[in-house]
T-cell receptor, first 118, second 118 residues
């Protein structure tokens, strides 16, 4: 079963508008972390934002915010005031267990390609 | 933030040859390293997890004799694609984790290596 589901293969947004990229996850572990990464055409993975399963507040990092709905098991990324440079692939990822737990890797969703239109 | 380098960034080789990809953590000691593979317009798929000084743990379906991983030091892991074939052409990304960090964002990605097998 897929642990991370991103249902939007592609999204378009007008420059300066906000956009929400969807992510749902599946785990039975009470401790987990949720991540969003941006991958431009160059291929590098750029960390955007993190949300821990026990965090009470939704994470925010500049123009990025994470809409964490634990009961629904969703962790949507909201990008405000979109810029042309935001055009890229966006991946949602999860790590199960505590942040110091063993060798647990990040598991990625299939990604969403965001295109920002001028 | 921590820096992970990969070398080479691009490699083209003939079918049947072996290719070695290096992953280095430049300013921290990486007790654990992960190797991912990414096909065009696809997600990152975990290939294996390696710990310094021990054998790598391979994901199901990944041939350990074909993808040799060596994590001989705390700053270097290598992935060798042996007897490469065109279907091995892909983008390979390493990720390093610093076991001493308590920061949640402790998994850092290299810039990737694009392998093309002719």
């Amino acid at each position: 079963a897929q642990k991370i589901t991103q249902t939007q293969p592609g999204m378009f947004v007008q420059e300066k508008e906000a956009v929400t990229l969807d992510c749902t996850y599946d785990t039975s572990d009470p401790s987990y972390g949720l991540f969003w990464y941006k991958q431009p055409s160059s291929g590098e993975m750029i960390f955007l934002i993190y949300q821990g399963s026990y965090d009470q507040q939704n994470a925010t990092e500049g123009r990025y915010s994470l809409n964490f709905q634990k009961a629904r098991k969703s962790a949507n990324l909201v990008i405000s005031a979109s810029q042309l440079g935001d055009s890229a692939m966006y991946f949602c990822a999860m790590r199960e267990g505590t942040q110091r737990s063993g060798n647990t890797p990040l598991v990625f969703g299939k990604g969403t390609r965001l295109s920002v239109i001028a | 933030g921590a820096v992970v380098s990969q070398h080479p960034s691009r490699v083209i080789c003939k079918s049947g040859t072996s290719v070695k990809i290096e992953c280095r953590s430049l300013d921290f000691q990486a007790t654990t390293m992960f190797w991912y593979r990414q096909f065009p317009k696809k997600s990152l798929m975990l290939m294996a997890t390696s710990n310094e000084g021990s054998k790598a743990t391979y994901e199901q379906g990944v041939e350990k004799d074909k993808f040799l991983i060596n994590h001989a030091s705390l700053t270097l892991s290598t992935l060798t694609v042996t007897s490469a074939h065109p279907e091995d052409s892909s983008f390979y990304i390493c990720s390093a984790r610093d076991g001493d960090r308590i920061n949640y964002n402790e998994q850092f990605f290299g810039p990737g290596t694009r392998l093309t097998v002719l």
